[in-house]
């Protein structure tokens, strides 16, 4: 399926029929605390903040608003090192035939345990923060990365992960296609392992364990908002490329809150709305999106479903919606020109489409989207949690996002302005 249209919004609430729901104990509160007892172990380690926006929330019309800021996270600007780090630990630990408890940092980076684990290349694909977390986590762990970039890729993100040590390259194809080259590099190479932070057929166990990783924030801000006297979300809308970090983060919340799981919404770039089109579809088998998935939202710009995420979405999130450029920019300066007294939150363009979808559903010219905020049963009473997924990874987008307007909205066309 290809899809043109950048401006407006996509919007399903979920009529899939279930599954068995095999994959959702992969993220029992159990295993992501084991996640989480790993990254601890970590020098760098330290819990990012929730950010509570008080007057956002009255502005908006809900109850409370927190985000959740990766941008602090191991000083790499967004989350997906908790995925591809945990992702190698425990693939040493297999490897090693030890348990992943038994290899804290300081296990896994000594001299004694690189020479019993080998030399391994971890191969993968990326828009640039999977690939840059890989890359930190091979350095730090004494191996080698090759990362493929699609076509498109920001200079900038290929500098950052080549900084790391890893072989980087930009490629003439999307992003879908580089995880297909990757893939076939690690296989051609002995010492070679694709650390991928998608599944598909016969390639499960690693994605299981990346997206374990991811549970690690989930974890922190369910604690987070507990600490803070919060009873635990009644809302939780998280972004998703090809649906790991979301199937995670799903999966986390309706295992913790089991029969009284919050209201779970996916947001897409709708240029690349493989999740929201597969629940158009219906019947529960997923719909991929080729082409140039044209969207700013470059950590977004995904094509296929991954399918554990995917089986956890089908099952547990409420609403998918495909979200056009116009609305992560308007996120981004929200969260950078906060209403008084709110902190400021540095969210670049994958980090702050939710912020977006919220505030364009609670008030936009019209009360245009109104059916939806009723859909996702969202009103004064609402406790909504936001995970601002990456800082500005892209220091130039950001500028023109947030300085010069860029991908503005036209209310009268309703559109979004390049
Ligand atoms: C900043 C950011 N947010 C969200 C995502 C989406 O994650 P997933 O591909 O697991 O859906 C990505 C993926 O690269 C990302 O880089």
């Given at each position: 399926m290809n899809r043109t249209n950048n401006t407006d919004l996509v919007f399903t609430t979920n009529h899939l029929p279930p599954?068995?729901?095999?994959?959702?104990?992969?993220?029992s509160e159990e295993n992501v605390r084991k996640a989480l007892a790993f990254h601890r172990?970590?020098?760098?380690y330290e819990v990012t903040p929730l950010h509570r926006l008080r007057r956002m929330a009255d502005y908006l019309g809900i109850k409370s608003l927190y985000v959740k800021d990766e941008s602090y996270r191991f000083g790499l600007n967004a989350f997906k090192v908790l995925g591809g780090s945990y992702a190698i630990a425990r693939y040493i630990a297999q490897e090693t035939g030890m348990?992943?408890?038994?290899?804290?940092y300081e296990v896994l980076s000594s001299e004694e345990m690189r020479e019993k684990a080998g030399q391994t290349t971890f191969y993968t694909a990326t828009d640039g923060n999977h690939g840059r977390g890989v890359a930190w986590a091979a350095n730090k762990l004494g191996q080698k990365a090759v990362v493929r970039m699609p076509r498109g890729s920001s200079e900038i993100r290929r500098a950052n992960i080549e900084k790391l040590g890893a072989e980087v390259t930009i490629e003439k194809v999307n992003y879908d296609d580089c995880v297909r080259m990757a893939a076939a590099e690690a296989a051609a190479d002995p010492h070679g392992v694709i650390i991928q932070d998608t599944a598909w057929r016969g390639y499960t166990d690693i994605p299981s364990w990346i997206m374990q990783g991811y549970g690690t924030l989930a974890i922190e801000a369910d604690r987070q908002l507990l600490a803070d006297?919060?009873?635990?979300?009644t809302h939780v809308f998280v972004q998703a490329g090809v649906g790991s970090l979301a199937g995670a983060v799903v999966g986390y919340f309706a295992n913790k809150y089991k029969g009284s799981e919050p209201v779970m919404c996916v947001c897409e770039a709708v240029s690349a709305d493989c999740l929201t089109r597969s629940a158009l579809r219906g019947d529960g088998r997923t719909v991929k999106v080729t082409g140039?998935?044209?969207?700013?939202m470059a950590g977004l710009a995904?094509?296929?479903?991954n399918t554990i995420g995917w089986d956890i979405l089908r099952n547990h999130a409420a609403g998918f919606a495909g979200c056009p450029d116009w609305m992560s920019a308007k996120g981004t300066r929200m969260y950078g020109v906060p209403l008084n007294g709110d902190p400021t939150i540095i969210s670049g363009e994958s980090g702050s489409v939710p912020m977006g979808f919220l505030a364009s559903i609670c008030c936009y010219k019209d009360d245009k989207y109104a059916e939806i905020r009723e859909a996702l049963r969202l009103d004064e009473n609402s406790r909504v949690l936001l995970i601002?997924?990456?800082?500005?990874?892209d220091p130039t987008r950001f500028r023109e996002v947030v300085?010069?307007?860029?991908?503005?909205?036209?209310?009268?066309?309703e559109s979004g302005i390049k």
């Open positions: 599954s068995n729901d095999k994959w959702l104990p992969i993220m172990s970590f020098p760098q348990d992943v408890s038994d290899l804290p006297g919060c009873e635990g979300p140039k998935l044209d969207t700013i995904c094509g296929e479903p601002s997924t990456e800082g500005n990874t300085w010069d307007g860029l991908y503005g909205i036209r209310h009268r066309g």
